[in-house]
């Protein structure tokens, strides 16, 4: 990535709900696959790789806001996996919450494009934690949209 792009990065950061438009969008979008990348206690880099392929199918292209998908995953895999502010129960209460408040928010959850990152998890014990956390997620958006 350019230089320029994780400067503007950082300073989005910051003040995210300012100045990135629906910034609440990509949040919960990054949570999602935070929360199925973290599942994984050594996540590979093809994990990102499919996030920013996702990111650009569901962007349209625009690869700003699809880079800014990818660097806020990867700064909630971060956080989990120092387990200082956030654990992977919290961010499933978290995205719990969200959908109470936004419950069209269900709508993007997009279980057929989680589960390529199945295909990139090798421990059985991992790949079956992260398949019971697509299943929690695709209960969750049918419960959530039946509402």
């Given at each position: 990535m350019k230089l320029?792009?994780?400067?503007?990065?950082?300073?989005?950061?910051?003040?995210?709900e300012i100045f990135v438009h629906h910034h609440g969008s990509l949040e919960f979008r990054a949570k999602i696959f935070a929360l199925i990348i973290a599942a994984n206690d050594k996540p590979?880099?093809?994990?990102?790789?499919?996030?920013?392929e996702k990111a650009l199918e569901i962007y349209s292209d625009d690869k700003d806001r699809a880079n800014l998908l990818?660097?806020?995953?990867?700064?909630?895999?971060?956080?989990?996996?120092?387990?200082?502010?956030?654990?992977?129960?919290?961010?499933?209460?978290?995205?719990?919450?969200?959908?109470?408040?936004v419950p069209r928010y269900a709508k993007k959850i997009d279980v057929a494009s989680l589960r390529g990152f199945l295909d990139l998890t090798n421990?059985?014990?991992?790949?079956?934690?992260?398949?019971?956390?697509?299943?929690?997620?695709?209960?969750?958006?049918?419960?959530?949209?039946?509402?």
């Open positions: 320029s792009f994780r400067i503007k990065h950082h300073f989005f950061s910051a003040f995210r590979q880099v093809e994990n990102f790789i499919l996030v920013k990818l660097l806020t995953t990867k700064e909630l895999v971060e956080k989990v996996k120092k387990k200082n502010t956030l654990d992977l129960d919290s961010l499933v209460v978290t995205i719990q919450k969200e959908l109470k408040i421990d059985e014990d991992t790949l079956a934690y992260q398949t019971n956390i697509i299943e929690f997620l695709e209960n969750l958006k049918a419960e959530t949209l039946k509402n």
